[in-house]
């Protein structure tokens, strides 16, 4: 839940796309519940072939959605795309942030913590 709440803040999905052009080198990450990730994990670089309304034609990876960046298909998407090395970097340091936030804060039992270090956190968190 935590880790959906923080993410949600970057929205990282929800940025809207350049101006793709045909030509143009983009970034597929797989996605951690499809069925590549499991097959290879790396960093897959393209280029764009077809640029329409909807939907982008990636050369090798097929059509993606232009709203949610993810592979078109009737199941769960493999892969998600990313115009910009940076923006990949972005989303990769912060998925790694959430991941460490979370692991440090107890999950079962009482925090043992003085009251104006919890106000820090609440701060912190704003909330």
């Known amino acids: ?3 959906y709440i923080v993410l949600s803040a970057f929205n990282f999905t929800s ?6 052009e045909i030509g143009q080198t983009v970034y597929l ?4 519940m499809g069925n590549a990730y499991r097959r290879d994990k790396s960093i897959k670089e393209s280029i764009v ?7 982008i034609t990636i050369v090798g990876y097929g059509q993606f959605d232009i709203k949610s960046r993810k592979a078109k298909t009737n199941y769960s998407s493999d892969y ?11 989303k990769i340091e912060a998925e790694d942030l959430v991941n460490r936030i979370e692991n440090s804060i107890p999950k079962y039992g009482n925090w043992d913590l003085e009251i104006d270090k919890l106000r820090q956190i609440a701060i912190i968190l704003n909330c």
Do not use: H, I, W
């Open 1 to 3: 839940m935590f880790l």
């Open 15 to 20: 940025q809207k796309l350049n101006k793709m």
């Open 29 to 32: 990450r797989p996605v951690k």
């Open 49 to 55: 072939e077809k640029v329409g309304r909807k939907y």
């Open 80 to 90: 998600e795309m990313f115009e910009s090395k940076k923006e990949l970097d972005l």
